[in-house]
């Protein structure tokens, strides 16, 4: 659910458009732009005339299985960062280490800050994108295969997990995806003819979902016993029928193969039968800098990107922390991440629907509708919470406990998708259309930070607002771990006496409500600023 960004800072744009221009400039040279756009449209068709270009992507179709191979790459390590919250959890790590842990999630936030060096420093010689698809593609296979030696003694150590170390490793895993991401996105434009390259999309959503699920739900079904026992095997065994390290070294081994393979075998801009050499446009890198910095400080923008920082703060107990207390009551993480299965379907047609109530006018207006009902799920969800121990058996949880949350997920994800599509679709309104690609790539990545912050912050305050006492040891409390295992050596027990996360969940909704009163009608009101309000000029 990671809001991705699908277009590069600065990529593909001209020099001369990418430095920003006044309105009257705009509008002064409109004639002359429509004429040279004109003929080079015609240029272009002619071109492919000659060529005879013959339609679909039967003459593209190793290009297109290339590009949907290297997103699922991509999404194998993001897919394998998912699942380590959910085995830390099975572990009993304090939610501060959880929260810490969480950083690992920023870098597809954040990769905007050095998308432009991706954009503009490369090896000519050896191809734009290639210069750091193949080093970032070998770092993560030997990262992975490191990983892969040391995973265990980092996860089963005397003195608990190694949140550190695991947060270190998985954070260069994540921030090499995110610059894969960006190489691939640039290169799919270029891989593909003019009139294929809306197929680049379609790689990505399906390769990186495809990648995310072998990496997550597959790998947490076949490394857990309970789970193999019960549906793969005739005789049961302690241990699942992979572990995390053997599924570590497998995939660093692919990724090691393959980018061989493709350094060796696959050129960039390869001009066969109907395909022509694409130029690219290379931005300067300061310039690209100094447009992002002129576009925040825009009054609308400015007021939109901080809109945009807090909007998500009543979601943070609900989003960030439900699917960890799930499990610390017993639901096991393999059923927990197999739920995620028949939510698929849901979740390519939600878009479809919904974008026919976005496609107006007043996109934002979709956004303020769902956002309280979307805090009362987080409500529901913390009344899932607690409601869970009472329904466990001695053989697990009942089908209908799992269909409950079954719904709870679906009616989320709705709420959930109504604000994200009719957000991207006030991005795409809103974006002057002369730097569209790195105004659109702004504006999301502050959407998903405005997610990733609240939801580092409200693991990190779980702990704190939490309250325990120590029964059964007199003179004892259970204020840290030291203190808790004192309590335990004398004979007591710790018992939780308030839950912070439920703290949490009554604090988000109500920030969450006056967010929604206050400053949600003040979102709506940007919606009714000019477009000329919303258009960049460099000198600002």
Sequence with gaps: MNGRQRKLAGANVPTDIMRGTGRGESSSSEPELEEEVEGLIKESDSEDRRHRVQPGIRGELTNVLLLLFLYVLQGIPLGLAGSIPLI??????????????????????????????????????????????????????????????????????????????????????????????????????TMLSRQNVGYASTCNSVGQTAGYFLGNVLFLALESADFCNKYLRVVPKDTGIVTLSDFLFFWGMVFLVSTTLVAIIKKENEHGKGKRRVHEETQGVMETYKLLFSIIKMPTVFTFCTLLLTAKIGFSAADAVTGLKLIEAGVPKEQLALLAVPMVPLQILLPVIISKYTAGPRPLDIFYKAFPFRLLIGLEYAFLVWWTPSVKQDGGFPLYYYAIVLLSYALHQVALYSMYVACMAFHAKVSDPLIGGTYMTLLNTVTNLGGNWPSTVALWLVDPLTSKECQGAEAQSCGSIEESGLCVKEGGACVTTLDGYYVESVVCVVIGLAWWVWLGKKMRQLQEQSPAAWRCRADQ
């Design 88 to 189: 830390l959890q099975s572990k009993n790590v304090s939610y501060k280490d959880q929260a810490f842990f969480s950083f690992v999630f920023w870098p597809f936030s954040l990769k905007l800050l050095w998308a432009p060096l991706v954009d503009a420093l490369y090896f000519t010689r050896f191809g734009r994108r290639k210069s750091w698809l193949v080093p970032t593609q070998y770092l993560l296979g030997l990262f992975m295969i490191y990983l892969s030696m040391s995973v265990d003694l980092l996860l089963q150590s005397e003195g608990g997990p190694k949140v550190v170390t695991l947060t270190a490793v998985f954070f260069m895993l994540a921030f090499l995806a995110a610059t894969q991401d960006i190489a691939v996105d640039g290169w799919a434009l």
